[in-house]
C-alpha cells in the first residue's frame, strides 16, 4: 500500500532521470564512454562498480520499456520506466533486510524481556528497517541507499563477529559501489589494523606490540588491491583514471548543494548573509558589488563569501581530519571491540558530514543507521540519538516539496518519532529521562517551524523576493541540532571509562 501510495501521488526528484540516463549509458556505450558520456547533464558520477550495477538492471529495463535505454530521451518518465525503477529498489533492499537480520543477531542479549515488542533486538530491527530518511530518500524521493547501507552493516556485522576479511571485502566493495562512505574508513583501517593486525593487548589494554601479525596485513592488502584492481583496473587500462576521478570528485560544485546540508558550512553561509545585511545597513559594504543571488538563493556551483573568508576544497579537508582525529585515537588507545569501533565509525560519519565539501542533506543517513545499533546499548547513546535522527530527518523534509506529498511526510516521521521515543523509554525505563528540559524544547520547535515554512510563509509576499528563506531556517535550525548531537556524542566518548576487563579484552 506504502509502494502504490508513492507510485501514484508522488512527484518523480531528479535522481529518477540521473540513474534512467545512467542506465541508457552503460547498456549502449562501450565501457571507453562511460566516464565521458555527456549529453545529460546528469553524467555517471558514482565509481564502477555501481555502473556495473546499472548495467546489470539495464538488461531487466528493456524488458519493461526499451525507450528508458535510449541515452538522448532525456527526461522520459513512462508509467513502466517509473514502475522499473521503483521496483528495482524495493528487490535491492532484499540486501539491507539480510544485514539488519545479521546486525540484530550482534546484539547484546543482557536486557532480555518477556514481551518481544520490547526486545532490543526488535527495536532495533523496527529502527533500522522502519528508517524515516532511508525510505523517503529510496522509495519516494529514489535512490538504491538501502542496497548500499545492506553492504555497509553487513560488514559492520561481520567485524562485530569477528570475521575481519568478510567485513573487510564488503566494504572494500562497498567503497567501489559508492564513494560517499569513504568518510567512514579511518573507523574501518583503525579497528582492522587494531584488533585483526594485532592479535593481543597487554593487561592495561595498550597494544602489544610483539603480536603484530604480517599475514593478517597482507591479507588485508591483497583484498583491497584485488577489488581495486576488478574496478579500477580497466579503466587505468585505459588511461582514464584520471577522468574517473574527476568525475567522482567534482570540486567545481561548490562548497555546499544548492539546498544548505544542515551542518557547520550552512552556519559560516547563514554567519556571512546575516554580517553582509547588517554591513550594508551600517553602510561598512558597498551594495553593487554584492550578487544578488548571495542574499536571495541557494549556494549553487564555486561562491565566494561577501565577509567571511571564502572557503576551498584544502580548508574543508584540513578541517575534517582535524575533527575526525580524536576518534581514531580513541579506537587505538581505548579499545572497546565492537562498541568503540562504532562509536569511530559514527563520529567519522558525523565529522565528515559537518566539515566536507558539496555535502548533501541525505548524507546525514550515514551517521544515523550506524547510531542505531549504539543506541538500544546505552541510555546515553539513545538520548543522542533521538536527537540526531529528529533533527536529520526533519532535515530531509525539502526534498519532498509538493502538496500531496506534505502529509505523506508528516504522517511517516510521526509514526517514526513516536516509535523511537515510546520504545528506547520503555527499553530504558529504569534510567533516567533520556532528554533534559533544553533538549526537549529544542525538538518541539521543529513543529512550529514546519508550520511557517509550509503554510505561513507560502502566503506572504516574502516569498517572491526571498525564497530561499524556508529552506535557510530548516538547514539553520537543524544544524544547531545536529553540531549539538555530534559534540554530545564527543564527550561521552571522550570521557567515557574503561573498565579493566574491557582494556583486557
Not at 558520477?45 to 535510449?70: C, G, N, R, T
Not at 527526461?75 to 540486501?95: E, G, K, M, P
Not at 548500499?148 to 556485522?157: N, Q
Not at 518541539?444 to 524556508?470: D, R
Amino acid at each position: 500500500c506504502m509502494w502504490l501510495l508513492t507510485y501514484t501521488v508522488c512527484s518523480y526528484s531528479t535522481d529518477f532521470e540521473v540513474h534512467r540516463n545512467w542506465l541508457a549509458i552503460t547498456h549502449n556505450l562501450p565501457l571507453s564512454q562511460w566516464y565521458y558520456e555527456a549529453t545529460s547533464e546528469w553524467t555517471l558520477d558514482y565509481p564502477p562498480f555501481f555502473a556495473w550495477f546499472e548495467y546489470a538492471l539495464s538488461h531487466i529495463a528493456k524488458y519493461f520499456d526499451p525507450q528508458m535505454l535510449v541515452v538522448e530521451n532525456l527526461n522520459y518518465a513512462s508509467h513502466a520506466t517509473v514502475f522499473f525503477q521503483r521496483l528495482s529498489v524495493i528487490v535491492t533492499d532484499i540486501l539491507f533486510i539480510y544485514a539488519v537480520h545479521e546486525c540484530c543477531r550482534c546484539v547484546n542479549g543482557k536486557r532480555a524481556a518477556k514481551d518481544i515488542l520490547e526486545k532490543p533486538t526488535f527495536i532495533l530491527a523496527v529502527l533500522l528497517l522502519w528508517n524515516f530518511g532511508l525510505l523517503i530518500v529510496d522509495h519516494i524521493h529514489f535512490q538504491y541507499n538501502g542496497f548500499l547501507f545492506g553492504l555497509m552493516l553487513l560488514s559492520v556485522a561481520r567485524l562485530c563477529q569477528k570475521r575481519y576479511l568478510e567485513g573487510a571485502l564488503l566494504f572494500a566493495v562497498l567503497l567501489h559501489f559508492k564513494h560517499i562512505y569513504i568518510y567512514v574508513a579511518p573507523a574501518y583501517g583503525i579497528y582492522l589494523l587494531r584488533s585483526y593486525c594485532f592479535t593481543a593487548n597487554n593487561a592495561d589494554g595498550s597494544v602489544k606490540w610483539r603480536s603484530f601479525s604480517f599475514l593478517h596485513v597482507t591479507l588485508l592488502g591483497l583484498i583491497v588491491c584485488l577489488v581495486s584492481a576488478l574496478s579500477l583496473g580497466p579503466f587505468l587500462v585505459l588511461g582514464q583514471l584520471p577522468q574517473v576521478i574527476s568525475r567522482l570528485f567534482p570540486f567545481k560544485r561548490g562548497l555546499c548543494h544548492a539546498y544548505w546540508a544542515p551542518n557547520f558550512w550552512a552556519l559560516y553561509n547563514a554567519m556571512d548573509k546575516a554580517l553582509t545585511i547588517l554591513g550594508l545597513k551600517c553602510n561598512f559594504l558597498d551594495s553593487t558589488k554584492i550578487p544578488k543571488a548571495s542574499m536571495t538563493g541557494g549556494l549553487v556551483q564555486e561562491f565566494q563569501h561577501t565577509v567571511l573568508p571564502s572557503v576551498t576544497p584544502l580548508a574543508t579537508l584540513i578541517c575534517t581530519f582535524i575533527a575526525i582525529l580524536p576518534s581514531v585515537f580513541c579506537l587505538w588507545f581505548k579499545p572497546q571491540g565492537p562498541r568503540g569501533f562504532l562509536q569511530c565509525l559514527v563520529l567519522c560519519a558525523l565529522s565528515s558530514f559537518m566539515f566536507g565539501w558539496h555535502v548533501h542533506e541525505k548524507a546525514i543517513l550515514l551517521a544515523i543507521l550506524p547510531l542505531s545499533l549504539l543506541s538500544i546499548q546505552r541510555a546515553k547513546d539513545a538520548g543522542i540519538y533521538l536527537i540526531l535522527t529528529t533533527t536529520g530527518h526533519f532535515s530531509l523534509f525539502p526534498l519532498l516539496f509538493t502538496a500531496p506529498e506534505l502529509p505523506i511526510k508528516i504522517l511517516l516521521m510521526l509514526l517514526f518519532t513516536v516509535y523511537s521515543f515510546s520504545s528506547l523509554k520503555s527499553l530504558f525505563r529504569r534510567e533516567k529521562s533520556l532528554l533534559n528540559w533544553l533538549e526537549t524544547i529544542y525538538l518541539i520547535q521543529l513543529v512550529p517551524l514546519e508550520i511557517f515554512c509550509e503554510i505561513i510563509f507560502p502566503l506572504t509576499p516574502w516569498k517572491w523576493h526571498f525564497p530561499f528563506v524556508p529552506l535557510l531556517l530548516t538547514s539553520v535550525y537543524c544544524a544547531l541540532g545536529i553540531t549539538y548531537a555530534w559534540l554530545k556524542l564527543y564527550i561521552s566518548v571522550l570521557t567515557e571509562r574503561i573498565s579493566v576487563r574491557q582494556k583486557a579484552e
